[in-house]
């Protein structure tokens, strides 16, 4: 096991670590978002009993069309919040 | 004894009085009760209650009869939803197509019709589709009208297809995309569809594939009209006042061309947002003799009742839901089961000179002919020309408001201070916007009022099919 950055690290200037926070935050924020979808589309879609491992044509159309609402519905949410947070 | 016997002979016959008396005689029912007769209802209660019944049960009937066809259908396609599906590969897709009925204010109606009857059993065969509805009259065919020349022009080569920004790993090619498209479909809900769809397939193989920007060219038309001309100074050149996005018109340097007004950016961005040459070589600009086949279409019957004088039918509709549930399920059925046929339109020469009189050509063509006489008055061009006129009427008055204020030979009123009249751009672009919808909506009635033939061509005869009822003996 190396140990990376065992001599500290080197900061090549403080803008970096406001850089990594907001990609940290964005990642959160997107692995949020995609396990919310895969936990709200599965109860939805996928039936509780497996008949095959691949899924049928059924269940891709539903998660197809519970993907792309959930992306407009998330869209349109954070858009209306957008706007109560500027005006408010 | 037989004093005995005597005197407890009618004893019997009085206890064993009727089993309803004998069972219920101390449970506290009246006694009065058990000595009635049952009789029926007054004759206005027994009115009152068939009627009622009648209609009740009619109601529950009907939407009884609703949920089994729904379900029937749904039986027979269901096995097409269980079947497994690859991670990588798409289910079918078809795109469905509703236009503005003519003269109702909700757009929507075609594709409600879609979504209602239709689309539970695409939903149970696990067929995906994309809904795509005309916002006003004449909408769809310009829609269709466009995106066949954009087709043209990538197969010329003048324009480069669409690349999304983001390269994904499993991007289909431009070939796969068109089969994944002949594959699928097209569903057109109700006459006036269709005839929109036929009207901008037409104008889209017909004229040339420059691409137009309907509103640009509006513009430039509406510029040169001589609207906003001054009233007292005699001669403004057009192209001074047409550029400017400022409302002092003379202060500035003049545009040379025609610049887009800010406002009317946001809406006609989408098109501009690449610069090709908008002359195209005239070899290639040529309409192509033949067309390629184009996806199987679905044409679904489809009437909106609308206005006072259709109440009648509106009621009849309410009460027999399960004659238009089994027409869309019936449609989604044949488109599902694949079944096609050639579009069958009127060839003959005797034919074509019967259309032009009464409006019938023959074949699928008169898909649903006698729809049309449902909508026959709902747009009269006189209803535009009105309004145009008080518009026109109206507008010196706000003009010469708007000029006097951005000039500053008037200082503003009170009520104008604190709500501002339109600025001489903001009329500009009222007008561009209210002429756009006059235009359009004179054009929309234009292709779909009810004597209006459905546009067709030779080209298409090889080109359209049509989804059939399946056979008798396709098993489900």
Not at chain 1, 4 to 27: C, K, Q, T
Not at chain 2, 59 to 78: G, K, L, M, N, P
Not at chain 2, 100 to 115: A, N, Q, T, V
Not at chain 2, 171 to 192: D, F, N, S, W
Request: aromatic share 8%; charged share 30%.
């Amino acid at each position: 096991m190396s140990f990376l950055g065992r001599g500290g690290p080197s900061p090549a200037g403080g803008v970096n670590h406001e850089r990594i926070e907001m990609a940290i935050n964005e990642i959160d924020m997107v692995s949020d978002v995609f396990n919310r979808i895969v936990s709200s589309c599965h109860t939805k879609c996928i039936s509780p009993r497996y008949a095959e491992g691949d899924l049928n044509k059924g269940e891709s159309v539903c998660i197809d069309r519970c993907v792309a609402k959930f992306f407009e519905v998330n869209k349109k949410v954070g858009e209306k919040m957008q706007s109560a947070g500027a005006s408010a | 004894m037989s004093s005995q016997n005597v005197d407890s002979a009618p004893k019997p016959s009085q206890v064993q009085k009727s089993g309803v008396r004998a069972a219920f005689e101390y449970t506290g029912i009246p006694p009065s009760w058990f000595d009635k007769r049952p009789k029926l209802p007054s004759r206005n209660w027994l009115i009152f209650l068939s009627v009622t019944t009648s209609i009740v049960a009619y109601y529950v009937y009907d939407r009884r009869e609703c949920r089994r066809i729904r379900a029937d259908y749904s039986s027979r396609v269901e096995h097409l939803a269980k079947e497994p599906l690859g991670t990588t590969d798409l289910p079918r897709k078809v795109i469905v197509y509703g236009a503005k009925w003519p003269g109702d204010e909700d757009h929507d109606k075609s594709l409600k019709f879609f979504r209602k009857y239709v689309k539970p059993i695409f939903v149970a065969a696990a067929v995906d589709y994309e809904m795509i509805s005309g916002r006003r009259s004449g909408d769809l065919a310009n829609r269709i009208a466009d995106e066949i020349k954009t087709r043209r022009r990538i197969d010329a080569g003048v324009e480069p297809p669409s690349h999304s920004p983001v390269p994904l790993p499993n991007q289909p090619t431009l070939e796969q995309k068109r089969k994944r498209e002949l594959e699928g479909g097209i569903v057109l809900v109700g006459r006036h569809t269709l005839k929109e769809f036929m009207s901008g397939l037409k104008r889209g193989w017909t004229e040339s594939m420059d691409r137009v920007d309907r509103e640009d060219m509006l513009a430039q038309e509406l510029a040169s009209d001589g609207r906003f001309d001054e009233p007292e100074e005699p001669v403004i050149d057009p192209e001074v006042v047409d550029g400017e996005p400022l409302p002092t018109r003379s202060r500035l340097l003049p545009s040379q061309n025609a610049v887009l007004f800010p406002l009317q950016m946001p809406s006609s961005s989408p098109t501009k947002s690449t610069q090709y040459t908008s002359n195209i070589p005239a070899h290639l600009d040529t309409p192509p003799s033949t067309i390629p086949t184009l996806p199987t279409l679905l044409l679904v019957p489809f009437t909106n009742y609308i206005g006072f004088r259709q109440v009648p039918n509106m009621l009849w509709g309410f009460f027999n839901e399960r004659h238009k549930v089994r027409a869309g399920s019936e449609a989604a059925y044949s488109l599902i089961m694949s079944h096609v046929r050639p579009f069958a339109a009127a060839n003959t020469a005797s034919e074509i000179q019967e259309s032009q009189l009464d409006g019938r050509q023959g074949g699928d063509l008169d898909f649903e002919l006698p729809a049309e006489s449902y909508y026959d008055g709902a747009y009269t061009p006189s209803e535009t020309e009105k309004a145009r006129k008080t518009y026109y009427d109206a507008l010196p008055a706000k003009l010469a408001t708007a000029r006097a204020l951005a000039r500053g030979t008037r200082a503003p009123t009170k009520e104008e201070d604190s709500h501002p009249p339109p600025t001489e751009v903001e009329l500009r672009a009222e007008r561009l916007k209210k002429e756009m919808r006059w235009r359009g909506d004179e054009a929309g009635w234009e292709t779909v009022k009810p004597g209006q033939l459905v546009q067709w061509d030779e080209r298409f005869a090889d080109a359209l099919q049509v989804f059939d009822e399946p056979r008798a003996d396709d098993v489900g």
